[in-house]
Structure formats: C-alpha cells, structure tokens
C-alpha cells in the first residue's frame, strides 16, 4: 500500500502529464477549473490534498474522467 503523501505526488503527475497532452498551461487549466492559480500549482507538485469536489472541477477541465485520473495514479 502507498503513503498518502507518494499518492498526492502520483496525482500531480497525472494532472501534469494530461494538462501536457492537452496543451495547456497551469493558468489555463486553474481558469478552466475555477480555482487559484497557486492551489493548482501545489496539487500538481503534490504538495497539498485536493478535495473530491475540486478534484472533479479539474478532471472537467481537463475534460477527462475523475475515475481515470484517479486510477492512474493508483
């Protein structure tokens, strides 16, 4: 079983490697989402948790499903 602080990291791993594929920066993907700039930065470095509910806002502006994200980052 992985740590919970490894699995934030594998998280922003995948958030960063789809937000890549889709060509956008962590600004545009933060607008899309409707939250800070600075927030999104620190998910995606895996530095701090993300609620489910956020979570979802940025699988939807990544247009991808929460459930892949998720399950990729294992």
């Known amino acids: 079983m992985i ?3 490894e699995w934030l990291i594998r998280l ?4 960063k490697m789809i ?7 962590q ?3 933060a607008d899309l989402a ?9 998910v995606e470095y895996g530095k701090r948790p993300v609620s489910s ?4 806002k ?4 990544l247009d991808t499903s ?6 990729m980052a294992g």
Do not use: H, P
Request: aromatic residues 12%; hydrophobic residues 30%.
């Open 58 to 61: 940025i699988c939807e502006a």
């Open 66 to 71: 929460m459930r892949d994200v998720v399950s």
């Open 19 to 25: 937000r890549k594929k889709k060509k956008l920066t």
């Open 34 to 42: 409707e939250i800070n700039y600075s927030f999104y930065r620190s």
């Open 53 to 56: 509910r956020t979570l979802w």
């Open 27 to 29: 600004t545009q993907t």
């Open 3 to 5: 740590e919970y602080e």
């Open 12 to 15: 922003g791993d995948v958030l």
